[in-house]
């Protein structure tokens, strides 16, 4: 009797497994959730997992592509390039192999932003937790009726493999929470990340399409830890990261077993922020200062979404002491490079927040200077915004200006607006006697000293002493000088890590603050930097 039900057992376990085998279901990758924005424009990959063999149909908006899943599972179409549509449509998936299609209402055409970065790219709308929320935002969350405007915000995911899958998680203004791509309300809006909001809403009034904004972003992040490892490994200044990265797994994984609860190991060859020693550290795989970790968690899955660019606000968390800091502008445009490479959408337009004023090492003027490294490659903008920080708070409340700027570079340079997008950036300095003659790009009309005199310049000769300097506005360039310095040599603006009140206030004709600039390129140490 026994056997007889073991029999029977083994039969309905192997045609249980029979009908699962003919009723697999198609699945679509992360990004491809009810309410999504495809992008317009360009081929759109739309891709996901099916059973070897089976063919998988995607229908949208007239068009019908057919791909065989491979040995691994794999399928991938392309839809031809797509135009603009608020219609809420559906786009449907079917496998020959799949009892019920896949179907995704209310999908978009438009825009799509990819908003990644630290902490700054985190902060939400509405004040949770460690953040205070932006100026006024119960006004912002109850004016956010922008019905065109879709965010997917993917949850905080590192890993030491590149993942095909990462959750997404959005906290609405009722402290409930929901996932996938989220339509703007006052309802949502709250948990929305600030700055892509922002930048979504100045830009989607403008363009007059949907706009939908992938955040992709994590506390406290290195910008290594978003770069793939064949993009470390390959540049001869960043591959001692990976490096570094192997021998830490070696010694947390190694052969000798776990060496979780031995900080000095665990320690070893970790790098450590410049702006405070490290704490207790734990799996190198976790750790957000480590390289390839969040591309492999938070980025890889996203992989090859098509989207219009990318804005990024990231700077705070830099590692390996003074050098790490010299080199991160070398950094920053191998990770501009590298994600245009794994996307496959050539030179898309990259974004990038300057880091505003806070009495911390983490913000000091040096990193500015590296930020602004990015911009010798083509297609990439710079929103300045040291006039927004506050002293003591590395999460700025004043994200508005932000989110602005951010878009005003957006729409001169990827839509064509024919607009001012910067404040006023260094050209060049010209000695004329004791005086030193400053010009600039993106005066606008006039170059503008807000709320009175001018502040936040300073002067050297030769022995690169430092002293402050007035400066007056002459036309569409300035004049500094000292009585403290005969001959100028150099020349430098707002080179402090916080600015106290409104001690920068060189701005353009537009109401554009100007970047913070030396003339000099002499070496000098940091005060306060933490060296590895």
Avoid at 55 to 62: D, L
Avoid at 112 to 123: C, D, I, P, T
Avoid at 455 to 477: N, P, S
Wanted: aromatic share 10%; glycine share 10%; net charge neutral.
């Amino acid at each position: 009797m026994k056997k007889t039900i073991l029999r029977q057992t083994s039969f309905f376990a192997a045609a249980a497994l029979c009908c699962a085998t003919l009723h697999a279901e198609v699945t679509l990758a992360t990004p491809f959730t009810a309410h999504m924005v495809l992008q317009r424009g360009m081929k759109v990959p739309v891709w996901g997992t099916a059973d070897a063999g089976e063919t998988v149909t995607v229908e949208f908006a007239g068009q019908k592509k057919s791909a065989t899943a491979s040995a691994d599972k794999k399928w991938r179409v392309d839809l031809d390039s797509l135009t603009a549509s608020a219609d809420s449509r559906t786009l449907s998936v079917s496998g020959t192999a799949t009892a019920t299609p896949v179907k995704l209402d209310d999908v978009l055409v438009g825009d799509v932003w990819l908003a990644s970065g630290q902490s700054n790219m985190v902060f939400p709308v509405q004040a949770s937790g460690p953040y205070g929320g932006v100026l006024n935002f119960e006004g912002e969350v109850a004016a956010a009726k922008y019905p065109q405007i879709r965010m997917f915000t993917a949850v905080d995911t590192k890993a030491r493999e590149p993942q095909t899958t990462v959750s997404s998680n959005l906290r609405l203004s009722d402290g409930t929470t929901t996932s996938g791509w989220v339509v703007c309300s006052p309802e949502t809006a709250g948990g929305f990340s600030a700055i892509g909001y922002l930048f979504g809403r100045d830009i989607q009034l403008q363009i007059k399409v949907p706009v939908g904004i992938l955040c992709s972003a994590s506390g406290a992040s290195c910008a290594e830890a978003w770069i793939s490892r064949e993009s470390l490994l390959a540049d001869p200044q960043t591959k001692y990261m990976i490096d570094g990265l192997d021998k830490s797994y070696a010694v947390y994984y190694g052969d000798g077993g776990s060496v979780a609860g031995n900080p000095a190991a665990e320690a070893l060859f970790r790098p450590t922020p410049i702006n405070k020693p490290r704490g207790r550290v734990g799996a190198p795989d976790k750790d957000q200062h480590m390289p390839t970790v969040l591309f492999n968690g938070m980025l890889n899955p996203l992989l090859p979404y098509a989207i219009r660019g990318a804005i990024w606000y990231q700077g705070e968390s830099i590692t390996g002491g003074t050098p790490g800091l010299n080199l991160y502008g070398h950094v920053l445009q191998d990770l501009v490079q590298d994600w245009r490479k794994q996307w496959g959408e050539g030179d898309f337009p990259f974004y990038f927040v300057q880091l505003p004023g806070q009495e911390n090492i983490s913000n000091n003027p040096r990193i500015r200077e590296e930020q602004q490294k990015v911009l010798a490659l083509k297609n990439t903008g710079l929103a300045v915004t040291i006039d927004t920080g506050e002293k003591s708070n590395v999460h700025p409340r004043n994200k508005q200006p932000t989110g602005y700027r951010l878009a005003l570079t957006a729409l001169a340079n990827a839509y064509g607006q024919n607009i001012e997008f910067s404040g006023p950036m260094f050209d060049a300095m010209k000695v004329e006697g004791s005086t030193a003659r400053i010009s600039f790009t993106h005066v606008g009309n006039s170059l503008v000293a807000k709320g009175g005199a001018l502040k936040g310049f300073q002067i050297a000769g030769a022995d690169q002493k430092f002293v402050d300097a007035d400066a007056k506005v002459d036309g569409k360039t300035l004049v500094v000088s000292s009585p403290d310095v005969k001959t100028p040599v150099a020349v430098r603006y707002a080179y402090v890590n916080f600015p106290e009140g409104l001690g920068c206030n060189l701005y353009n004709s537009y109401d554009l603050p100007a970047a913070p600039f030396r003339t000099d390129t002499w070496d000098f140490p940091i005060p306060g930097i933490v060296e590895n």
